[in-house]
């Protein structure tokens, strides 16, 4: 398999998939990720736990509709073109 821009933007794909299934009862609270973890006080920066756990919670909201696109789009394109 080549190095190319598609294997490239597949393996993006891949990855935001996987952050997009993290399911936060389930999975981010048995390892103490949950929303309740890690909450500061006023005028203290973020830990990079809860930013990580912004970034996931912010990924699965937005990313929703387009990775289902996406991910029509990339199965689609693998059935064509193998």
């Known amino acids: 398999m080549a190095f190319t821009l598609y294997s490239l933007l597949q393996a993006a794909l891949l990855c935001v998939n996987a952050i997009a299934v993290l399911h936060e009862e389930r999975?981010?609270?048995n390892i103490g990720w949950g929303t309740d973890q890690g909450i500061g006080g006023f005028g203290e920066e973020p830990g990079i736990?809860?930013?990580l756990t912004n970034l996931i919670r912010?990924?699965?909201t937005v990313m929703r509709v387009p990775?289902?696109?996406v991910n029509?789009?990339?199965i689609v394109l693998l059935l064509l073109f193998g």
């Open 27 to 29: 999975f981010l609270k």
């Open 58 to 60: 912010s990924v699965r």
């Open 49 to 51: 736990k809860s930013q």
């Open 72 to 74: 029509s789009v990339a």
């Open 67 to 69: 990775l289902i696109i």
